[in-house]
């Protein structure tokens, strides 16, 4: 990555982007100040990731809430599989549950079309509560990634306070062990590019996770894992 005005060059956590346009990056305050003359007659503000006619969310009425059971994946936190329960289990969600009125929307799968919403069976604020790793969960926190930094929110990050999770489909779809799979693949897919110096930008779109889904469903059928020949893609 270069700076668009010095051209020095950098990895993409190293620079700052132009919080108009959201493309323009810089390494500096000073290079960002002294371009503007310059950049600002081709400045075009961004609409917001989470206003994409890609995002389902953004479709659904506010507060819908499905008139049936949907079926939903549990995600043990660290302490939870060391009891001895499994890493994903299957959940029936009621209309009832809490999740509709707490639930945590993904950003970076309603970004890519897939409205998912995750329910800390924990209701402690993160700021603030007593942290036990055995309360860390990367998994669920990895459905939490925002796709415009490719981390989550800072308060996400901090070690042993997420827990136990149970996730949806907030469109009333069923949730599948190997949906579950595939889509958190595909954020470890996603971290690996940004580690390597990538803007997340450039690789997030519906049709490239479409692909991805593909991809890793026909390598799980070949190595003879046979449920994923009944998955779906797209999800």
């Known amino acids: 990555m270069n700076c668009s005005k010095c051209t ?7 620079f700052m982007r132009c919080s108009r346009c959201k493309n323009t990056v810089y390494c ?13 007659t081709s400045c075009i503000p961004a609409s ?9 969310l953004s479709t659904l009425p506010p507060r819908w809430i499905p008139s049936h059971n949907v079926s939903g994946i549990v995600i043990a936190c660290n302490a939870d599989r060391a009891r001895g329960a499994r890493v994903f289990e299957a959940a029936i969600v009621e209309p009832s549950h809490p999740i509709y009125r707490s639930g ?5 799968f309603e970004y890519l079309g897939l409205p998912l919403l995750v329910y800390r069976h924990l209701q402690n604020d993160p ?3 007593l942290r036990d790793h055995g309360l860390d969960n990367q998994l669920a926190t990895h459905l939490l990634t925002d796709p415009n930094t490719g981390t989550p929110d800072a308060k996400w990050r901090r070690a042993g306070c997420m827990g136990t999770v149970t996730v949806i489909r907030q469109d ?3 949730l599948t062990y ?12 996603l971290l690996d590019l940004f580690r390597d110096g990538e803007s997340p930008s450039r690789h997030l779109s519906p049709a490239g996770f479409h692909r991805f889904c593909q991809r890793y469903k026909d390598e799980r059928v070949k190595c003879g ?11």
């Open 48 to 56: 917001s990731p989470f206003d994409s006619p890609h995002s389902v």
């Open 127 to 129: 700021t603030n509560m």
């Open 178 to 189: 190997e949906a579950v799979e595939t889509i958190l693949m595909y954020v470890d897919h």
């Open 8 to 14: 020095r060059q950098g990895t993409w956590q190293q």
């Open 172 to 174: 009333g779809k069923p």
């Open 104 to 108: 945590l929307p993904s950003p970076l």
């Open 225 to 235: 894992y046979r449920d994923f020949s009944r998955m779906s893609v797209p999800l």
């Open 28 to 40: 500096s305050s000073t290079c960002q100040t002294t371009d503007w003359p310059t950049h600002k």
